[in-house]
């Protein structure tokens, strides 16, 4: 009999933890495995879900992003019912909510081998300490339950064992990735303009972000930032596709700057657009204030585009400053107001640092990812 392997993620929103998610189960082998995803049934990713064959899917509408102590209480017992039930051989859980509830549930159920992977941690520099300090503790004692814990940076484990969630070395390294070759497929390019309000032959430098509108991505900061670029140059239009609960702030400080013409929301895209979108910038930009390794830096990355990103966590194996890109830390708007700017005005520095971007991108491509994934998981299960 195969062994069962469950993955276990909040909710299906659009988002680098989610894509992963959902690309390592199309990918592990089902002669080896049966293959079961857990997660709320709501976001704009469950319909790719429902897609991929050979895939048991269970709803738990409890499984909530937030923190409520009875739905989470609620959310606990349906995955310690369902392990009970199901007697998976392999739990492996993603992100901070889904991380602590699936893994607890696990040990209580007596899963053998519990797997989790830290998108990026539940705590970061910009929280109150007491706050901070509860999800590290959290982090800590769950830690001591799972069989292995997998980082998709170099800085995250850094961060994990500075902060004593994990032993030094006591973790595995799977890149937060994307399909590559997707992304470096060529298509017609500058579709999307008209739809942008942008003249095709206006010849403006389109820069985009892409990101939910969350407190970590920082995206009035893109705005600032845009705004800044604008006072120095009328040859830029700004994109920003994705959404979230920062929408309202986002509109406000655009008619604030009264940019409302350099500046295009586009809403949530969905995978099958994203290759098409980027063939539609000319540079990318992210004003996260902390992170763990976006999908957004590959896909750029393969589509042969530089990057303006602040320094957090794995932005640096991504983007080697002044190589593919530049690096400025939080909040610096200015700083990357310049580096777009500099950008802007050259098209071979655009080229150059766009082909050093693509000529490494392969380290992040998801099939790498997946293999040293399922080393793990042969090791523990004991499948030569």
């Known amino acids: 009999m195969k062994p069962k392997v469950f993955h276990v993620i909040t909710k299906l929103e659009l988002g680098g933890a989610q894509k992963v ?8 082998p089902r002669d ?43 959310a606990l017992v349906a995955l310690w019912r369902l392990f009970r039930r199901e007697r998976p051989q392999v739990v492996h859980t993603h992100s901070s ?65 500075k902060n004593g969630v994990f032993k030094r070395g006591d973790w595995i390294l799977c890149r937060d990735a994307i399909s590559v070759d997707q992304f470096m497929q060529r298509g017609p390019g500058r579709t999307q303009l008209a739809k942008w309000g942008v003249d095709d032959g206006s010849g403006k ?7 939910c509108f969350k407190p970590q991505k920082s995206p009035v900061d893109f705005v600032d930032l845009a705004a800044e670029v604008l006072k120095q140059t009328p040859r830029v239009h700004f994109v920003m596709a994705g959404d979230g609960e920062l929408r309202p702030q986002v509109e406000a ?25 980027y063939r539609n910038l000319d540079i990318v930009v992210l ?36 190589e593919n890109g530049y690096l400025h830390e939080p909040h610096d708007i200015q700083g990357m107001a310049q580096s777009v700017l500099k950008l802007v005005e050259s098209q071979e520095l655009r080229r150059k640092m766009g082909a ?24 523990c299960l004991k499948i030569s």
């Open 253 to 277: 400080r655009i008619r604030q700057h009264g940019i409302e013409e350099n500046i295009t929301l586009l809403g949530w895209k969905t995978e099958s657009e994203m290759p098409d979108l």
């Open 21 to 28: 998610t959902l690309m390592t189960l199309e990918r592990l």
């Open 205 to 211: 430098v389109i820069v985009g972000m892409i990101a």
């Open 356 to 379: 050093r971007g693509k000529s490494r991108v392969m380290e992040f491509d998801i099939g790498t990812s997946v293999s040293n994934l399922e080393t793990a998981y042969q090791e």
């Open 32 to 74: 080896r495995y049966d293959v079961a995803l857990i997660s709320n049934p709501d976001g704009l990713l469950v319909d790719w879900a429902n897609r991929i064959p050979d895939l048991t899917r269970y709803w738990i509408p409890s499984l909530i992003r937030e923190v409520q102590p009875v739905q989470d209480f609620m």
């Open 287 to 322: 004003t996260s204030l902390w992170e763990g390794l976006p999908c957004v830096f590959s896909e750029a990355m393969a589509g042969e585009l530089p990057i303006v990103a602040t320094n957090v966590d794995g932005a640096r194996e991504a983007i080697i400053h002044e």
């Open 97 to 161: 909510k889904a991380g602590i509830l699936g893994r607890w549930a696990a040990w209580l159920a007596g899963v053998p081998n519990i797997f989790h992977t830290a998108h990026g941690f539940g705590f970061n520099d910009f929280q109150r300490p007491s706050v901070r300090n509860l999800y590290i503790w959290l982090e800590k004692i769950t830690g001591r339950i799972s069989t292995k814990l997998v980082v998709v940076s170099y800085a995250n484990a850094d961060k994990g064992e």
